[in-house]
């Protein structure tokens, strides 16, 4: 199994993961931030939308700008976004074949080039970023009152749900 066939391969799974956990969050209370140096539910539900946005423009153009922009208000609209990025990426890979998967790519912010790797290394940080992001927002889920769903394995809310079913 090449790197690019395991990537894809992984999406299946991990997107079922980031579903639970977006839905997971009270959607009246992503304002939540547990500190005030810390970023809000809302920014980081949004960042992981907005990465893979960046992923999608990677694939189509071979270059990605990050732009900087607040959040929307409504939970439902971030989560609709990130679905809508995450299947367009799929589509997108379904045709990328090994050599598209090893050519270089550019990232830019702010205006400039900030890193130039090949796609395939580029897909993997953004999803690696995004995974770091979803174990954010589960270590809001409990004070925001929601549940933490499982995610490689039970939750203490998950586990305690099959204890009571038992």
């Not at 969050?25 to 946005?53: C, F, N, T, V």
């Not at 897909?123 to 004070?143: E, K, N, S, V």
């Not at 769903?149 to 038992?166: F, H, L, R």
Request: charged share 30%; proline share 7%; glycine share 6%.
């Amino acid at each position: 199994m090449t790197d690019r066939e395991f990537f894809i391969s992984r999406r299946p799974e991990e997107f079922k993961m980031f579903q639970e956990v977006l839905r997971a969050l009270p959607a009246d209370k992503i304002a939540y931030k547990p500190h005030d140096r810390s970023p809000s539910a809302a920014q980081i539900m949004w960042m992981i939308a907005k990465e893979h946005e960046t992923c999608v423009h990677l694939l189509d153009e071979g270059r990605a700008e990050w732009k900087d922009a607040p959040p929307p208000s409504s939970a439902d609209e971030i989560i609709t976004l990130f679905e809508k990025n995450w299947r367009e990426i799929d589509r997108r890979l379904g045709s990328l074949d090994d050599a598209a998967w090893a050519r270089k790519a550019q990232f830019i912010y702010q205006g400039k080039v900030v890193d130039e790797s090949p796609v395939g290394q580029s897909l993997w940080f953004m999803l690696f970023d995004a995974i770091h992001h979803r174990g954010q927002l589960t270590a809001y889920l409990r004070p925001m009152g929601g549940k933490v769903p499982e995610v490689y394995g039970p939750s203490g809310d998950t586990q305690k749900e099959k204890e009571k079913v038992a």
